[in-house]
């Protein structure tokens, strides 16, 4: 099983300006590469691999993994048009990429390789000792993150010996079969999700109508902040209700919200609040917290199961 570990890079000015280059050649030769829309990589390689390793100076791999990642795209949903932003993420196996030391990873640019610091924390120190896989290169506002694939082992689920429901909401998030309605972790209290998402659309509005210079900075200083209070909600929210499961050795069973918005309908400020719903995150934070290697790591203590709707999904 795969499991992967993002990291925070720290280049130095000129090793932060040679990835933003690299990026940008990537991305521009994978839109290049995109016009002859070709999911077979074989064919595809033999059409676009010496132009555009002339045109934007990429190495031998480079070249290969951006056609791979090409034909990748080109094989999903026929009727979503792929897109590869200026900065979007570059593919590194571990030919173009390697960890010579704990805390540094070696990257290949357009003008050879550089070395660069990371920073992660225990828990991912611990992952990066496992085997490793490809990785991704992401730009996020400025910073440089690094996602790192790696080998996980399995373990089977053991068979709960009862089943703990919750049922999912908007007002409370989570309201479980023996009567806790939890809307936060046990401990530190956040603010409820729908205040923050309220609070963060009135200032949007606000700045958008304002229109300056300094409201857009301020827009773009403060994106993804709503995104991430959410996230962490849901995050904390997941870990406490596996906690519980795990504690008493239940499963956990959740009700299929699928499609949901489109069954139910109301109000424009009822649409927006059931259009910004994180059900789906919360549940895809849950199956996470129950992955059979996290669960390995408690010891002796029972994992869980989860049912969702109708559907086992306990071996996922």
Aim: glycine letters at 8%; one cysteine or more; a positive charge.
């Amino acid at each position: 099983m795969k499991q992967t570990v993002l990291i925070k890079l720290a280049p130095m000015p000129v090793q932060r300006a040679l990835l933003r280059r690299t990026l940008e050649a990537f991305n521009a030769a994978a839109e290049v590469a995109l016009a002859h829309h070709l999911a077979n990589k074989i064919a595809l390689q033999q059409l676009v691999y010496y132009a555009i390793r002339a045109q934007f100076g990429l190495s031998a791999q480079m070249a290969i993994r951006t056609i791979a990642r090409v034909a990748e795209a080109c094989r999903r949903k026929r009727t979503i048009k792929p897109v590869f932003r200026l900065h979007g993420a570059m593919v590194y196996d571990e030919r173009i990429g390697s960890f010579p030391a704990i805390d540094r990873v070696s990257l290949l640019t357009l003008d050879g390789r550089v070395v660069i610091p990371f920073r992660c924390g225990v828990y991912a120190e611990g992952m990066l000792a496992r085997k490793r896989g490809q990785a991704g290169l992401l730009s996020r506002n400025g910073t440089f993150l690094l996602a790192v694939t790696v080998d996980a082992p399995e373990r089977a689920p053991d068979k709960p010996e009862d089943w703990l429901g919750v049922d999912l909401g908007i007002v409370n998030l989570a309201t479980t079969s023996d009567g806790a309605c939890l809307n936060h972790s046990p401990g530190p209290r956040h603010a409820p999700s729908n205040h923050v998402r309220a609070r963060c659309s009135r200032f949007r509005r606000k700045l958008q109508k304002k229109g300056t210079t300094s409201a857009r900075r301020l827009l773009q200083k403060r994106r993804g902040r709503e995104r991430r209070s959410v996230k962490d909600v849901n995050h904390c929210l997941s870990k406490a209700l596996v906690s519980t499961a795990k504690g008493t050795g239940s499963g956990q069973a959740l009700e299929d919200l699928k499609h949901i918005r489109s069954w139910v309908h109301g109000s424009r400020r009822q649409r927006s609040v059931r259009r910004s719903w994180a059900f789906a995150q919360l549940r895809s934070f849950i199956m996470m917290h129950l992955l059979p290697d996290i669960l390995s790591q408690v010891g002796g203590e029972t994992g869980c199961h989860l049912i969702i709707g109708c559907q086992d999904v306990s071996t996922c």
